[in-house]
């Protein structure tokens, strides 16, 4: 499948500190990519250089075909968003906040904005900084996805949730359009696993492995010491990542 998003050689550091290291992987169109790895393995930070938050200190990386160094306001209007650290309008009622959403997007789905607001419960008429973290989250991905973006990007869009809120977000991507790409950076291994197609595992800012699910399973028989196994003959992410993990720090 063509790719949404590469990276070629991909660096950042932050003076001797290698945030990240020489990172190459490829985002499948129509795929659930999910990057994973423990809190500062490099993940957000990857986010930020394909963003053009921070520039990349080597290497390379392109966005819906376009070098991440020259995205601008059109390239930015086809991604969505949502961080679990996303700053939104405090002062605003929730109604408000899609009231100035809309003029901004050509392509609004008014059907869907009206489905997530009432899957998530958004109540209209309260303010957005007395919202719960779990509720502005839901309220950061309902503004998200209405405009149909080609590519979904969540940042640990799952961190302090209770089980409720997991399940409900969860359950929003399931049975998804197709045409939108998702990658999703998390260290929440047991709640993305339901929704990958493929993933890529970071650790200490270096890749351990990137490719399909199957692929995933694959590679876990060759592992030493080999993860643990269900009943299916599977491997969990969690598990395949903690050998992958421990093998790195033994090298």
């Known amino acids: 499948m063509p790719a949404i998003l590469e990276t070629h050689d991909l660096s950042k550091a932050y003076g001797p500190f290698g945030a990240l290291q020489s990172l190459s992987i490829s985002v499948p169109k129509g795929s659930v990519y999910a990057l994973m790895g423990a809190s500062g393995a490099g993940k957000t930070t990857t986010i930020k250089l394909l963003l053009n938050i921070v520039p990349p200190?080597?290497?390379?990386?392109?966005?819906?075909?376009?070098?991440?160094?020259?995205?601008?306001?059109?390239?930015?209007?086809?991604?969505?968003?949502?961080?679990?650290?996303?700053?939104?309008?405090?002062?605003?009622?929730?109604?408000?906040?899609?009231?100035?959403?809309?003029?901004?997007?050509?392509?609004?789905?008014?059907?869907?904005?009206?489905?997530?607001?009432?899957?998530?419960?958004?109540?209209?008429?309260?303010?957005?900084?007395?919202?719960?973290?779990?509720?502005?989250?839901?309220?950061?991905?309902?503004?998200?996805l209405p405009f149909r973006p080609e590519l979904l990007i969540l940042d640990e869009p799952l961190s302090g949730l209770d089980a409720l809120a997991r399940d409900e977000i969860i359950a929003s991507f399931i049975g998804r359009d197709?045409?939108?790409?998702?990658?999703?950076?998390?260290?929440?291994?047991?709640?993305?696993?339901?929704?990958?197609?493929?993933?890529?595992?970071?650790?200490?800012?270096?890749?351990?492995?990137?490719?399909?699910?199957?692929?995933?399973?694959?590679?876990?028989?060759?592992?030493?010491p080999p993860p643990m196994i269900d009943a299916a003959g599977r491997a969990s992410l969690r598990s395949v990542f903690i050998a992958m993990a421990k093998t790195a720090l033994h090298r």
């Open 178 to 224: 197709r045409e939108m790409s998702i990658l999703i950076s998390s260290h929440e291994l047991d709640e993305v696993e339901r929704l990958a197609t493929h993933v890529a595992f970071l650790h200490e800012g270096r890749l351990l492995f990137q490719g399909s699910v199957a692929e995933l399973q694959e590679h876990a028989r060759s592992l030493q």
């Open 57 to 144: 200190s080597a290497g390379t990386a392109s966005i819906l075909g376009v070098d991440s160094r020259d995205i601008g306001p059109d390239v930015l209007s086809r991604i969505g968003y949502v961080s679990e650290n996303q700053a939104l309008p405090a002062r605003l009622r929730v109604d408000q906040f899609f009231d100035y959403l809309r003029p901004c997007y050509p392509r609004w789905d008014f059907d869907l904005e009206r489905e997530l607001r009432t899957n998530f419960r958004l109540p209209p008429t309260r303010k957005i900084g007395a919202l719960s973290h779990g509720m502005r989250l839901k309220l950061a991905l309902a503004g998200a």
